[in-house]
């Protein structure tokens, strides 16, 4: 573990840990890092803060993970300010309009190989031609045609068009959808747990939702 030089003192992790927690309290308060981690996650906000915290103090941003990472106490300290930034409503926000925008867009993909028609220029134009070439060899073969999908898949384009609002919300108990399931399921018109009682599927404890895993 990398703690300065090797004819140097030990690190203050005390201080730096401090430090790390104060800075992560003050961003709560901001809104300058939002943007940062709507787009590309929490990560690069918290590399930003080790950075400015550990270089000071003649350390790594590695050394201190590699502190914490073995030490419970510490780890659920950071952690706990971590998920206080993900659960930020601004930032929530804008990582559902981020995800509608990428739905919309995988949906429209997905219609077109499903239905055969065209999806709007704008979804083309952001596809280059061998995979616009791909899509138009996949929708006129037919072979993904799914009649149990597309009416889906359709239902879901309307949301986003009439009322983007509803896109994302459970039909059945009104809570969002995770961002994760939308994701992997874009068409999704329940949260994992409503639809699991759609299909007869005995529930099952949820996993632990850990907002981080960058340690």
């Known amino acids: 573990m990398t703690i300065g030089s ?19 309290d003050a961003l709560a308060s901001s809104t300058g890092w939002i943007p940062t981690a709507a ?7 918290f590399e930003r803060v080790l ?17 914490i990472t073995r030490d419970a106490g510490m780890r659920r300290d950071v952690q706990r300010r971590l998920a206080r930034l993900m659960e930020n409503p601004a930032l929530v926000t804008m990582r559902r309009e981020a995800q ?12 077109y190989v499903l239905s055969g028609q065209q999806p709007p220029e704008w979804v083309l134009s952001t596809i280059d031609e061998e995979q616009q070439q791909q ?9 993904e045609r799914d009649p149990v999908l ?6 879901a384009l309307q949301k986003l068009a009439t009322d983007p609002t509803k ?4 039909e059945d108990c009104g809570n969002a959808i995770l961002l994760e399931r939308l994701q992997l399921v874009p068409w999704a ?21 850990v907002a981080v895993t960058y340690f």
């Open 39 to 45: 787009t590309v996650g929490i990560e690069p906000v």
């Open 51 to 67: 950075q400015q915290v550990c270089q000071p103090q003649g350390v790594t941003p590695e050394a201190y993970i590699d502190l």
């Open 150 to 155: 597309l009416p889906r898949v359709q239902r």
């Open 135 to 143: 899509l138009q060899d996949a929708a006129e073969s037919g072979e």
């Open 167 to 170: 896109y994302g919300q459970c």
């Open 100 to 111: 509608r925008r990428e739905a919309e867009h995988q949906l429209h993909v997905l219609h």
């Open 6 to 24: 090797k004819e140097g003192p030990p690190a203050p992790w005390p201080d730096i840990h401090k430090t790390v927690l104060s800075t992560l």
């Open 189 to 209: 018109e329940c949260c994992a747990a409503c639809q699991r009682k759609r299909e007869g599927v005995p529930d099952v404890e949820p996993e632990p939702q």
